[in-house]
Each structure stands twice: as structure tokens, then as C-alpha cells.
């Protein structure tokens, strides 16, 4: 997916926030620390740095919303961390998305602290928001099954 399909997508699923352009995309992409997940209706850019895992966008195309592609490309982070020995996600959203925040909650994340009026909406107004984290489970090789012989 490319950075303007990608800022489309955003365009229409940002509708109180104001979404990232394409080249807000493109910049954070040449950062050799962002994946770039991707499926034909929606994306999400994290970075990965260290043991840490922040979520800098997702979003998917409002005429395809409620059909799994945002949990799928949350699992595929997920795995992504885990394989990146990771210790936490993190990521911002409005306090007022709340769709948004039941996805999240869904997914294992839960409330760290809050940044007043940090968010700037459409309309001119500004948002808090809300800090969110949740564990990444650490493999080890001794958590791998093995085949007994008989």
C-alpha cells in the first residue's frame, strides 16, 4: 500500500481527528525502526524500538470496518513484537473515540495515563489522550513443544 492510498483510507476513517497527509506517511516510513502492516482496506504503523512497540496509526476503510481487518493486522503486530522480543505496545487514542477504545480494551490494552488537550480535532477543538499498554508474551525456547518418541 502506498502512502497516499494509505492517507485515503485515513481521510475517510479519521473523521473527527485530523488525519496524517501522504507525506506524514512517507516521513515516518523512512524511519528504519516503522513496519508498515498492510491489507488492501487498511493499515497500521507501528515502531519498534529496543523492547518497546508504540502504535503510531491504524485505520481501515470505513466500507469495510466490522469485518476483522483491524484485529488482523493488531495480531500480526502483536506476533511481530513477540518475534522482536518486545515487552509492551503502547499507544494514544482520543478520549472521545470511544469505538476506538472498546477495539483496544478487546485487545488486551488498558489505561497508563493521559495528555490533556494533546489531540487537535477537525473542527478546531482539542481532545486528551489516553495512554494505553498491554504485555507482549515472550517465547522461549523451552515453550516450544517437542515430539516424544515412543
Known amino acids: ?7 485515503a483510507i485515513m481521510d475517510r476513517a ?17 524511519n528504519r525502526h516503522v513496519q ?19 502504535i503510531l496509526a491504524i485505520a481501515t476503510n ?3 470496518q466490522r469485518q ?16 522482536r522480543n518486545a515487552a509492551r505496545i503502547f499507544l494514544e487514542v482520543a478520549e472521545q473515540n470511544h469505538p ?19 489531540y487537535t480535532l477537525r473542527n478546531g477543538t482539542k481532545d486528551d489522550a489516553l495512554l494505553l499498554s498491554r504485555p507482549v508474551a515472550q517465547r522461549h525456547a523451552h515453550d516450544t513443544p517437542t515430539s516424544q518418541g515412543t
Open 1 to 7: 500500500m502506498t502512502p497516499d492510498a494509505f492517507a
Open 14 to 30: 479519521y473523521v473527527q481527528m485530523r488525519p496524517w497527509s501522504a507525506q506524514d506517511i512517507a516521513d515516518t516510513l523512512a
Open 36 to 54: 508498515f502492516l498492510t491489507h488492501p482496506q487498511g493499515g497500521l504503523i507501528a515502531q519498534l524500538v529496543a523492547d518497546e512497540c508504540e
Open 62 to 64: 470505513p466500507d469495510a
Open 68 to 83: 476483522g481487518i483491524a484485529s488482523a493486522l493488531m495480531q500480526d503486530l502483536i506476533a511481530l513484537a513477540e518475534t
Open 100 to 118: 476506538a477504545r472498546a477495539f483496544y480494551a478487546l485487545h488486551g490494552f488498558a489505561p497508563l495515563g493521559m495528555r490533556r488537550a494533546y
